[in-house]
């Protein structure tokens, strides 16, 4: 069968995501949009992905539970797992290892965590758009160890990806690219790529997407989805007719 995801989405907790992005409403807006698949990747934290899986619970959808880590080479990189206490772990260490930066909602944007109810549980007061002290590698080889999907986000773009940090495509064992325009700027036989929204805003869910085949709209089929090529990047919006 075939199913659509879209894997790459920010929530209120993101400290550039709008407020109006509940986790109930990223599930909201994502079953409208006829989505098979959807993610919560919020900025170096998985504290509102407990809120989230209730939400696509009751919506009716499947769901993928990440973090958008932030490298200390300020690469951004899609961490993604079946489950909330994965991500919540990897949340943990992530915590542990991120400079501590004064956060100001005035300049940086709310930190907001949820319940499903889109009730404020609390803020996170430690400024989450930063670094981690984790290198590239150092990263692949934890995500890797939980057996989550590591993805390396917008590669195409000039700023906190693969390519304007570092210039090239380090030889690592990714789970996928990410790109936001056609056709991707590196190419080999080895690259799987793969394409997300990276909304923002409710507006913005489902506007880029990846399609795969498999037996269900779940991690297992779209691991080996990728592990096998079955996907196809779409960087319009989806026709949920």
């Not at 990223?26 to 934290?45: F, P, V």
């Not at 989450?128 to 590669?155: A, D, K, N």
Request: glycine content about 6%; some cysteine; proline content about 7%.
């Amino acid at each position: 069968m075939r199913f659509v995801a879209d894997l790459h989405t920010h929530s209120c907790l993101s400290p550039c995501g709008d407020l109006s992005m509940s986790p109930r409403r990223i599930a909201r807006e994502a079953s409208k949009k006829g989505l098979s698949l959807i993610a919560l990747t919020d900025h170096n934290s998985a504290l509102n992905c407990p809120a989230f899986s209730e939400a696509c619970k009751k919506e009716g959808i499947s769901a993928l539970f990440g973090i958008e880590v932030t490298t200390v080479e300020e690469i951004h990189v899609l961490a993604l797992f079946p489950s909330v206490e994965q991500a919540l772990v990897l949340g943990e260490q992530i915590a542990r290892n991120l400079p501590r930066v004064a956060y100001d909602p005035e300049r940086h944007g709310d930190q907001v965590y949820v319940n499903e109810r889109e009730e404020i549980l609390g803020e996170v007061e430690t400024y989450l758009g930063v670094g981690t002290y984790f290198s590239l590698e150092e990263l692949s080889r934890i995500v890797q160890s939980m057996e989550g999907l590591f993805i390396p986000s917008h590669i195409d773009r000039p700023v906190n990806s693969l390519l304007s940090q570092l210039g090239r495509i380090p030889e690592l064992p990714y789970s996928a690219l990410e790109v936001t325009r056609w056709p991707p700027p590196v190419s080999s036989r080895n690259l799987v790529f793969i394409s997300n929204s990276d909304a923002h805003i409710p507006e913005l869910i489902g506007t880029r997407y990846t399609s795969f085949e498999g037996e269900a709209p779940s991690f297992t089929s779209f691991r080996k989805a990728l592990q096998e090529g079955k996907v196809v990047p779409s960087l319009r919006a989806i026709d949920a007719g």
